[in-house]
C-alpha cells in the first residue's frame, strides 16, 4: 500500500474565500425583510458567553442529517463555508447536544464534499474544539469529536497537519480507550479514529508500535484463557475488543515486515479462539483478520506453512456451513458468506474480487488488504466514500487510482440524480419487489393447496 506522505501541494476543494460573504449574506435578508435567526461570528469577537447565547444561528441537528447535500443544489460553496463557520463556532456552546449536533454537522460535511483550504486555515481551531469534547464531554460528544478528528485527517491527508493532529489528540484517545470507567460505545469510536488517524499521519514507527501494542492489550482480553472452555462468551466490552482488532489489522498492513513476523508469531496461534465467540460480528472480525494475516504471511514467504492448518480449515468449514438453529437467519446468513470467502484464502490462496463503481470510474478489491482498508474508511465516510475515492487524492494514492479525473460540468449534471428521481426510482423498486412477493406468496399457497 503507497502512501504518500507529503502532501505538500495545494489540494481542490473548497476555497477560503468566501470570508466576508456570511456578512453580506446577512445583510442582505435583513435588508430584504426576510427574519433569518442568523447572526455572524468572526473570529475575532467569537467566545463562549457569545456563543450561548446565539445557539439558534443555525440548527445544528438539521445540517447533521441532511449534511451539505440541500446547498449543493440549492445554494452555493459561500453558504457551505458560512454555515460552517457558525457550526466551528457552536462547538462552543454551553449546551452538549448543541456541540454534539455541531460536531456532526461539521463532519457530515467534510465526508461529503472536499473543503482542504477551508479546513486548513481553521485546522487549530477544530483541534482545539475536538479536544475539549473529548476531554470534558460525555458518551455522544466524545463519540461525535473522535468521528470528526477521523474525517479532519482523511481531508488532510499524511503530511505535517494531520501528524500535529495525532500529536494533539493520540493521547486522549488512547486514555479513552484504556479508561475502565469510560462509555463503551465512546472508547469503540475512539479505537476506529485512532487507528484511522494513526493510519494516515504516524511518521514515527515507535509511535507505531506503541499504538498497536496499545490494541492488542485490549482485543486479547478476549483470547480464550481456559483450556477446557470451548465457547468464549461476550460482554459489554466484545464490541471494543472488535473495534480494537480491526483498527490493529489496518496498522498492520504498513508494519515494516520484521514487525509483521513478530506480530504473526504472538498471535496466529492465538486468535483462531475468537472463532468461538458466540458474538456474530467478532467471529466475522477474527475470520477476516486470519484471512489477512495468511495473505500477509504468504507475501513474505510464498511457502509459508501453518501448523494447525487442518483444525482451523474445520473450523472455518463449519462456520461457512453454520446452520444452528439457536442463531438469527441474518447473523447466520452472513456469517457463511464471510467464512466461504475465508475458506477459500486460507485452504486456495485466492480472493474473490469486487467491483466499486464510483462516477465514471471502476475499483477493483482484489485482496484482503485492500478490502479492509476500503471497509474501515467507508465505516468513517459512510455515503461519503465514493465521493472521496473521486476526488481525495490521500485515498486515491492509497487504493492506486491515479490523479483525480477532470469532469466538465455538463457530464457532472448528467451523473447526478436528484433526490426527488431518487426517491421515485427506490419507490418502483420497492414496489417491484412487493409485487414479485405477492406472487411467490401465491404460488406456494397453490402447490400447498394442490397436495
Given at each position: 500500500?503507497p502512501?504518500?506522505?507529503?502532501?505538500?501541494?495545494?489540494?481542490?476543494?473548497?476555497?477560503a474565500g468566501g470570508?466576508g460573504?456570511?456578512?453580506?449574506?446577512?445583510?442582505?435578508?435583513?435588508?430584504?425583510?426576510q427574519?433569518?435567526n442568523v447572526?455572524?461570528?468572526s473570529?475575532?469577537?467569537?467566545?463562549?458567553?457569545?456563543?450561548?447565547?446565539?445557539?439558534?444561528?443555525s440548527?445544528p441537528?438539521?445540517?447533521?442529517?441532511?449534511?451539505?447535500?440541500?446547498?449543493?443544489e440549492?445554494?452555493?460553496?459561500?453558504?457551505?463555508?458560512?454555515?460552517?463557520?457558525?457550526?466551528?463556532?457552536?462547538?462552543?456552546?454551553?449546551?452538549?447536544?448543541?456541540?454534539?449536533?455541531?460536531?456532526?454537522?461539521?463532519?457530515n460535511a467534510?465526508?461529503?464534499?472536499?473543503?482542504y483550504?477551508?479546513i486548513?486555515?481553521?485546522?487549530?481551531?477544530l483541534?482545539?474544539?475536538?479536544?475539549?469534547?473529548?476531554?470534558?464531554g460525555?458518551s455522544?460528544?466524545q463519540?461525535?469529536?473522535?468521528?470528526l478528528?477521523s474525517?479532519?485527517?482523511?481531508?488532510?491527508?499524511p503530511?505535517?497537519?494531520?501528524?500535529?493532529?495525532?500529536?494533539?489528540?493520540?493521547?486522549?484517545?488512547?486514555?479513552?480507550?484504556?479508561?475502565g470507567s469510560?462509555?463503551?460505545?465512546?472508547?469503540?469510536?475512539?479505537?476506529?479514529c485512532?487507528?484511522?488517524c494513526?493510519?494516515?499521519?504516524?511518521d514515527d514507527?515507535?509511535?507505531?508500535?506503541?499504538?498497536?501494542?496499545?490494541?492488542?492489550n485490549?482485543?486479547t482480553?478476549?483470547?480464550?484463557?481456559?483450556?477446557?472452555?470451548?465457547?468464549?462468551?461476550?460482554?459489554p466490552?466484545?464490541?471494543?475488543?472488535i473495534?480494537?482488532?480491526l483498527?490493529?489489522?489496518?496498522?498492520?498492513?504498513?508494519?515494516?515486515?520484521?514487525e509483521?513476523?513478530?506480530?504473526?508469531?504472538m498471535?496466529f496461534h492465538?486468535?483462531?479462539s475468537?472463532?468461538?465467540?458466540?458474538?456474530?460480528n467478532?467471529?466475522?472480525?477474527?475470520g477476516?483478520s486470519l484471512?489477512?494475516?495468511?495473505?500477509?504471511a504468504?507475501?513474505?514467504?510464498?511457502?509459508?506453512?501453518?501448523?494447525?492448518?487442518?483444525?482451523?480449515?474445520?473450523m472455518?468449514?463449519a462456520?461457512?456451513?453454520?446452520g444452528?438453529?439457536?442463531?438469527?437467519?441474518v447473523?447466520?446468513?452472513?456469517q457463511?458468506?464471510?467464512?466461504?470467502?475465508?475458506?477459500?484464502?486460507?485452504e486456495?490462496?485466492d480472493?474473490?474480487?469486487?467491483?466499486?463503481?464510483?462516477?465514471?470510474?471502476?475499483?477493483y478489491?482484489d485482496?484482503?488488504?485492500?478490502?479492509?482498508t476500503?471497509?474501515?474508511?467507508?465505516?468513517?465516510?459512510?455515503?461519503?466514500?465514493?465521493?472521496?475515492?473521486?476526488?481525495?487524492?490521500?485515498?486515491?494514492?492509497?487504493?492506486e487510482l491515479?490523479?483525480?479525473?477532470m469532469?466538465?460540468?455538463a457530464?457532472?449534471?448528467?451523473?447526478?440524480?436528484s433526490r426527488?428521481?431518487?426517491?421515485?426510482?427506490?419507490?418502483a423498486?420497492?414496489?417491484?419487489?412487493?409485487?414479485?412477493?405477492?406472487?411467490?406468496?401465491d404460488?406456494?399457497?397453490?402447490?400447498?393447496?394442490?397436495?
Amino acid at each position: 500500500m503507497p502512501k504518500n506522505k507529503k502532501r505538500n501541494t495545494p489540494h481542490r476543494g473548497g476555497s477560503a474565500g468566501g470570508g466576508g460573504s456570511g456578512a453580506a449574506a446577512a445583510t442582505a435578508a435583513t435588508a430584504g425583510g426576510q427574519h433569518r435567526n442568523v447572526q455572524p461570528f468572526s473570529d475575532e469577537d467569537a467566545s463562549i458567553e457569545t456563543m450561548s447565547h446565539c445557539s439558534g444561528y443555525s440548527d445544528p441537528s438539521s445540517f447533521a442529517e441532511d449534511g451539505p447535500e440541500v446547498l449543493d443544489e440549492e445554494g452555493t460553496q459561500e453558504d457551505l463555508e458560512y454555515k460552517l463557520k457558525g457550526l466551528i463556532d457552536l462547538t462552543l456552546d454551553k449546551s452538549a447536544k448543541t456541540r454534539q449536533a455541531a460536531l456532526e454537522g461539521i463532519k457530515n460535511a467534510l465526508a461529503s464534499k472536499m473543503l482542504y483550504e477551508f479546513i486548513l486555515e481553521r485546522r487549530m481551531t477544530l483541534t482545539d474544539s475536538i479536544e475539549r469534547c473529548l476531554k470534558k464531554g460525555k458518551s455522544d460528544e466524545q463519540r461525535a469529536a473522535a468521528a470528526l478528528a477521523s474525517v479532519l485527517c482523511i481531508q488532510l491527508g499524511p503530511g505535517i497537519e494531520s501528524e500535529e493532529i495525532l500529536k494533539t489528540l493520540g493521547p486522549i484517545l488512547k486514555k479513552i480507550i484504556c479508561d475502565g470507567s469510560a462509555s463503551i460505545q465512546a472508547r469503540q469510536t475512539c479505537a476506529t479514529c485512532f487507528g484511522v488517524c494513526c493510519f494516515i499521519a504516524t511518521d514515527d514507527i515507535t509511535e507505531l508500535y506503541s499504538t498497536l501494542e496499545c490494541f492488542e492489550n485490549v482485543f486479547t482480553k478476549s483470547y480464550l484463557k481456559e483450556k477446557d472452555t470451548t465457547v468464549i462468551c461476550s460482554t459489554p466490552n466484545t464490541v471494543l475488543h472488535i473495534s480494537s482488532l480491526l483498527a490493529w489489522t489496518l496498522l498492520l498492513t504498513i508494519c515494516p515486515i520484521n514487525e509483521v513476523k513478530k506480530k504473526l508469531e504472538m498471535h496466529f496461534h492465538k486468535l483462531p479462539s475468537l472463532l468461538s465467540c458466540d458474538d456474530v460480528n467478532m467471529r466475522i472480525a477474527a475470520g477476516e483478520s486470519l484471512a489477512l494475516l495468511f495473505e500477509l504471511a504468504r507475501g513474505i514467504e510464498s511457502d509459508f506453512f501453518y501448523e494447525d492448518m487442518e483444525s482451523l480449515t474445520q473450523m472455518l468449514r463449519a462456520l461457512a456451513t453454520d446452520g444452528n438453529k439457536h442463531r438469527a437467519k441474518v447473523d447466520k446468513r452472513k456469517q457463511r458468506s464471510v467464512f466461504r470467502d475465508v475458506l477459500r484464502a486460507v485452504e486456495e490462496r485466492d480472493f474473490p474480487t469486487e467491483t466499486i463503481k464510483f462516477g465514471p470510474e471502476r475499483m477493483y478489491i482484489d485482496c484482503w488488504v485492500k478490502k479492509h482498508t476500503y471497509d474501515t474508511f467507508k465505516e468513517v465516510l459512510g455515503s461519503g466514500m465514493q465521493y472521496h475515492l473521486q476526488s481525495n487524492e490521500f485515498l486515491r494514492n492509497v487504493f492506486e487510482l491515479g490523479p483525480p479525473v477532470m469532469l466538465d460540468a455538463a457530464t457532472l449534471k448528467t451523473m447526478k440524480i436528484s433526490r426527488f428521481e431518487r426517491h421515485l426510482y427506490n419507490s418502483a423498486a420497492f414496489k417491484a419487489r412487493t409485487k414479485a412477493r405477492s406472487k411467490c406468496r401465491d404460488k406456494r399457497a397453490d402447490v400447498g393447496e394442490f397436495f
